[in-house]
């Protein structure tokens, strides 16, 4: 089966979550592209979604939908995350700018939120495929 096939199994919910995941990536991507002091945030973002897909689906190929899969974000978007809240206090990023970035963090950092748990689940011994 398929990552993308294994995904449709997940409650709708989550399916939405990760759409918005999706949507807020991408958007935030493109908003930033409009500001020379943001350019390189975007390049930052766009490296670090490209080695998040590749490695959630080595990680799916070597073990299926686990809650393990969740290390993978720990390990890329954690420090993303502080990259993002320290950008935050540049004054020179203008405020449209900065709307979206914090959108953009608020997301990951939610996101984070389940794969910690997720993980640690996965650590304490829920290894079983989240496909139902």
Known sequence: MSFEDAVTTLPTWVQWWMNWMALVIVGTMIVLLFSKITRRDTFIILLNSVAAYFSM????????????????????????????????????????????????????????????????????????????
């Open 57 to 132: 689906m080595w990680l799916y190929d070597q073990l299926g939908l686990v809650r393990l899969l969740g290390i993978v974000h720990i390990v890329l978007w954690t420090p993303l995350a502080i990259y993002f809240w320290q950008r935050l206090k540049n004054p020179d990023i203008g405020i449209p700018f900065r709307q979206v970035i914090w959108v953009f963090l608020a997301t990951i950092v939610v996101s984070l939120a389940f794969d910690y748990a997720d993980v640690v689940r996965y650590l304490l011994g829920e290894r079983g495929s989240m496909i139902p």
